[in-house]
């Protein structure tokens, strides 16, 4: 039972943050960003006694009249399966932050802090198991609403979702490669150094001819490593996210609202959620894995506990680097959340074959490409090594 | 009783029950269907207790994450209500079904006691992605190759049955 106390606390705390506070933040920055870039003013009026706090009242707002609103179940729908569509597409989403590292491995004396809830050897699989689960939630729901506009959206999420969760785990097999891990506590520690820009010209034997250059350096960071990996797996998780551009299955223009227009209610504000808690797992999975994790660039951890050790002690010193990294983390987050809400206010919805012609005819080859070049890379760099 | 066989036995109850009510629920295609979805992932738990993580997340990613997609799919596209799609049952098909299970039963009872292997440790980094990939590229290249090369046969049938003209 003394194993299960910090587990319960890491969890509590991601909890907290991904869904109590980042959650219902991002919605008002999605509508006070969609207003700057709109040139409206954008969410401000809610109020208690005249105070709006920039319009951050109105999550609060959202959530009661989503309480107090009547709850329909459809005529001739499947009763059970549409009250339990909206928990198989939330559950997934949040289970996804078991794996996934906020922080690194810290040593207080005997006692070592873990910064992740479960350190999972197949931490990414996990996550991609988890995440062709939640696809149930947005069939269902479709198909249980006895609704033709519905089943449409369900038909439109289960392909889209299926075909972009292939590309998906292809994408990342590079990065696989380059840190020789699934786990992500491993791939954060295997961010956390540099490596120098020109270094392999040494063994040209141009050492002399580069001078100051070769003291240049980059951190080992995903997303330096593996750029096109970056862009393909961030597409797809947008895709998997269902939010626009992809917004096909929800398609209101054409399909009303899609898999969730018979839902009301706190029903659909669980589906509503758990798009808003999926843009933070994204942000937080593309952080863990291409950003760095919860490292500072150019700073890596030995380098920070050992700069403050001689001035305040090795407890203060491992103490303030957890910190530090935490909030790396969380600020790293909040960069890849806004970078999502750029492109969901920026591109327009593409048509469905497009959407799928996307991701058959030009992701999936790209994706085996990656594969093919990084491979060669790390065949060509092991026998230079040799 | 230890965690591992608390979840053991919940899950392998949970599997086998939802795996008879994917059979009972035949008259309604979809709850059929995800009834086949949480028989898989109470089989993926076992699996987990069992230490073998890789077929685990194999076992949810491809069987309930994409194959019973694509049953569901198939069943939307066909828009089976409920009783549109309803076998014939028959007193005589019922009883032999039942004889034949319970044959079934006993021979499974009989034979079960006599084929269980002896319990040995296993090593640190059983069921691992690293050991499994191991020994799918080392061990057994020619095996893999020959059924990656059956997959790519099947894609290609498809692709040709799925197209109405080729040109």
């Known amino acids: 039972m003394e194993a299960l106390v910090p587990v319960l606390i890491k969890t509590l705390f991601i909890i907290i943050v991904a869904v109590a506070m980042f959650a219902p933040i991002i919605t008002w920055v999605e509508r006070k960003q969609s207003a700057v870039m709109q040139d409206r003013i954008g ?21 009661l009249k989503l309480l107090t609103k009547e709850d329909v179940v ?36 005997d006692t070592t802090v873990n910064l992740v809830v479960a350190d999972l050897d197949w931490g990414v699989l996990y996550i991609f198991a988890i995440a062709s689960i939640a696809t149930y939630g947005t069939v269902i729901a479709g198909w249980a609403s006895n609704n ?29 490669m380059c840190f020789q891990t699934l786990r992500l506590t491993d791939m954060g520690n295997a961010q956390d150094t540099t490596f120098r820009i020109f270094g392999f010209l040494e063994h040209f034997g141009w050492v002399n001819s580069i001078g100051f250059l070769s003291h240049l350096t980059l951190p080992t960071w995903g997303i330096i490593l593996q750029p096109l990996a970056f862009v393909l ?18 398609g209101e223009s054409e399909i009303i609202a899609g898999y969730f227009l018979e839902y ?59 910190i530090l990294h935490v909030l790396t983390f969380f600020v790293k987050v909040i960069i890849m959340i806004w970078l999502q809400m750029q492109i969901r206010w920026t591109l327009p919805r593409p048509r469905y074959d497009q959407v799928m012609d996307l991701c058959w005819k030009v992701m999936l080859p790209l994706s085996l490409a990656n594969i093919l070049v990084t491979a060669l890379v790390i065949l060509w760099i092991q026998g230079m090594k040799a | 009783m230890s965690a591992p066989a608390v979840f053991f036995y919940l899950f392998g109850a949970a599997a086998v029950i939802s795996a008879i009510a994917m059979v009972l629920n035949v008259r309604n295609t979809v709850a059929s269907a995800m009834s086949l979805v949480v028989t898989m992932i109470a089989l993926a738990v076992v699996y987990v207790v069992l230490d073998a993580h890789l077929v685990a997340a194999l076992q949810i990613m491809v069987y309930a994450g994409a194959i019973v997609v694509v049953f569901l799919f198939v069943v939307m596209l066909l828009n089976l209500r409920r009783d549109t799609f309803t076998p014939p049952r028959e007193r005589l098909a019922k009883i032999a079904g039942v004889v034949f299970a319970i044959g079934a039963a006993l021979a499974f009872l009989q034979l079960v006691p006599k084929s269980l292997p002896t319990v040995q440790a296993i090593p640190a980094d059983f069921g691992s992605y690293a050991v499994v990939g191991r020994a799918l590229y080392l061990q057994f290249v020619l095996p893999f190759e020959v059924s990656s090369l059956l997959l790519l046969a099947a894609i290609v049938g498809a692709v040709v049955l799925g197209k109405r003209r080729l040109s």
């Open chain 1, 43 to 63: 969410a401000n009026r809610a109020d208690i006694a005249g105070i709006t706090l920039l319009g951050l009242l109105h999550p609060l707002a959202d959530v």
């Open chain 1, 74 to 109: 459809p005529t001739g729908a499947s009763r059970a399966l549409h009250l339990m569509a909206p928990l198989i597409a939330a559950i997934p989403v949040i289970a996804s932050f078991g794996v996934i590292p906020y922080g690194g491995t810290y040593h207080f004396g």
């Open chain 1, 148 to 176: 033709n506009w519905s089943l449409l959206g369900s038909l439109r999420a289960s392909a889209q979702m299926i075909s972009y969760e292939v590309t998906m785990g292809l994408s990342l097999v590079g990065i696989f």
């Open chain 1, 233 to 250: 797996f961030l597409t797809c998780v947008m895709a998997e996210n269902k939010r626009p551009p992809f917004d096909l299955p929800e």
């Open chain 1, 264 to 322: 009301s209610g706190m029903r659909f504000g669980l589906f509503y959620m758990s798009e808003f808690i999926e843009v933070v797992v994204i942000g937080a999975l593309t952080t863990a894995i291409f950003l760095g994790g919860w490292t500072i660039p150019w700073l890596s951890q030995a380098d920070i506990i050992g700069g403050i050790t001689p001035i305040f002690g090795v407890g203060f010193a491992t103490g303030l680097c957890m």
